[in-house]
């Protein structure tokens, strides 16, 4: 059986009700809650946007479910706060790890999501308890952005080591990105110092994929990269588009290409992750479509 948020309504009928009461505190209703009693339930719930409200209500769905004795499996497309699986600074939360511990606490027995940012292979992983089936979108990326290319050949490229597994099936390389120092007055993140390619790309039709385009700051290095070593044509793609501080329309003035996935609707999720969900579902869970 399946529970549909209403926040996955572009690709799915939901069939639970989420609301909000006048304080702001989320309410969430699962109408014919008893037809789920010990049943193994899959709730598809985006975390993205509003990635604290959208947890508290996942964490309502799980307690609700839970009283019913369901066994519970959640899939999340994409999964907020997977950046910093390790602590940076003192005093901080490795909140990757705290994320994965509550839901495995609140009853999920596995998590399905896509392209998750700490882990470096598509398949089963384990992380803080936590059984996670990790769906790759690097081979739909690469599909559509031959369509940019318009049949030209093109090399593809991983931006850093980190996301060098998207292309790894793709016969991919990847670029080195340089950082900076921590900074111990700032949240704990280093800014890029520079980005290096130690093969050949002069010439070249270049598509550089990564898992998430975020601020852009990684992109914009790779085409600003691009640019210098005289590339043909360059486009950049990513499972995850959350594209702040207006970075499409600076890396737009470096490419016409860039797009993303509609695990986090914009107008730059040109690939649905709809088929991959229900062709896992037809493996995974075949009773549910």
């Known amino acids: 059986m399946q529970i549909i948020s209403p926040n996955f309504s572009d690709l799915f009928t939901p069939n639970i009700e989420i609301g909000r009461f006048p304080d702001g505190d989320s309410h969430v209703r699962i109408p014919q809650i008893k037809n789920y009693q010990g049943k193994e339930v899959f709730v598809f719930h985006r975390l993205y946007p509003k990635q604290n409200s959208s947890l508290v209500e996942l964490f309502l769905i799980l307690e609700s479910l839970n009283e019913e004795g369901s066994a519970v499996n959640v899939v999340i497309p994409y999964l907020p706060y997977a950046r910093q699986d390790k602590k940076k600074l003192d005093g901080e939360v490795a909140s990757a790890i705290a994320l994965c511990g509550i839901l495995k606490k609140m009853g999920c027995e596995k998590l399905y999501t896509l392209d998750c940012h700490f882990l470096n292979a598509a398949g089963a992983a384990e992380f803080a308890g936590l059984p996670i089936e990790n769906i790759s979108m690097g081979a739909e990326l690469v599909a559509h952005a031959a369509k940019f290319f318009g049949g030209e050949e093109f090399e593809i490229v991983a931006p850093d080591a980190g996301a060098s597994y998207l292309v790894k099936d793709q016969g991919g390389k990847a670029f080195k990105k340089i950082r900076k120092e921590y900074n111990g007055d700032k949240i704990g993140y280093r800014n890029i110092e ?30 600003e990269m691009c640019r210098e ?15 702040l501080y207006n970075c499409v329309d600076k890396m737009k003035k470096l490419t016409d290409c860039v797009f993303s996935t509609d695990s986090i609707v914009s107008p730059q999720a040109e690939v649905s992750i709809k088929q991959k969900l229900e062709n896992l579902g037809k493996e995974e869970f075949p009773k549910l479509f």
């Open 194 to 223: 520079s980005m290096e390619v130690d093969f050949d790309i002069k010439g070249k039709n270049i598509f550089i994929l990564d898992d998430m385009i975020s601020t852009g700051s990684t992109m914009l290095k790779a085409l």
């Open 229 to 243: 070593a005289g590339v043909k044509k360059v486009c950049v793609g990513a499972t995850h588009g959350l594209f």
